[in-house]
């Protein structure tokens, strides 16, 4: 079974742009997380995904955005670039997001903001 | 809100070596996991733990879900140096469909 998919995996992107990254889950798994993970501030849960409807979504600005595709495929997009934003953007899947099931962490997307 | 605080926040030891590292929260988990992350990837999953006072192994990895369900435990034995990398616990948030992560242990075997 294939595991979590992201692509890219390495982005230079300049400030004010917007970037677009995505997510393809393990085979069966519903539910779809992003994380940015800094070395200052740990991993920071961004939003979870759940048959195409956004559940949860944490403190970040409204730049950060996301959408679930019918086929769990996810993607994330982040407008308006700032040097703060270079991080590594994790994607995790899992069966239903619920408190029984296993998160399982894509190799991640490295952006870099110039 | 729930905070998951791991410790140590770093370790070096010896090749050889068992380590032992522990989370804990402030509120009831009822479910944990640990991971580990190398440099530039995303974590890997070591070992899931859904029971109070459930221990499971992994080859030299064991992870024990606490009693109190407010914390768990890592231990690593015979360490060598690619259990290098950043040991992460996490727990789901009851009710959000968010897990929480903490803060990580940094282990740095020396040969």
């Known amino acids: 079974k294939a595991g979590v998919t992201q692509t890219p995996r390495y982005l230079i992107k300049t400030r004010g742009q917007q970037v677009t990254l995505s997510c393809s889950p393990i085979?069966?798994?519903?539910?779809v997380s992003w994380y940015q993970q800094t070395p200052g501030q740990g991993l920071q849960f961004l939003f979870e995904?759940?048959?195409?409807?956004?559940?949860n979504k944490g403190n970040f600005p409204g730049r950060f955005s996301g959408r679930q595709f019918s086929n769990s495929r996810s993607e994330m997009n982040v407008s308006t670039l700032e040097l703060g934003d270079s991080a590594l953007y994790l994607c995790a899947s899992s069966l239903e997001g619920t408190g029984a099931d296993t998160q399982y962490f894509g190799p991640g997307t490295r952006l870099t903001v110039l | 809100g729930q905070q998951l605080n791991q410790s140590p926040q770093s370790m070096f030891i010896q090749e050889g070596e068992d380590v032992s590292m522990n989370c804990t929260s402030s509120?009831?988990?009822?479910?944990w996991l640990w991971y580990k992350q190398d440099p530039g990837e995303g974590p890997v999953l070591l070992i899931a733990l859904y029971k109070a006072g459930e221990l499971t192994s992994n080859g030299r990895l064991t992870a024990q879900f606490g009693i109190t369900r407010k914390d768990s435990f890592l231990n690593i034995s015979a360490s060598i140096p690619s259990d290098v990398g950043i040991y992460f616990c996490a727990g789901p948030d009851s009710g959000t469909y968010k897990y929480i992560f903490g803060t990580g242990t940094r282990l740095k075997v020396l040969a």
């Open positions: 509120s009831i988990f009822n479910t």
């Open positions: 085979s069966g798994h519903r539910s």
């Open positions: 995904y759940f048959s195409e409807t956004q559940r």
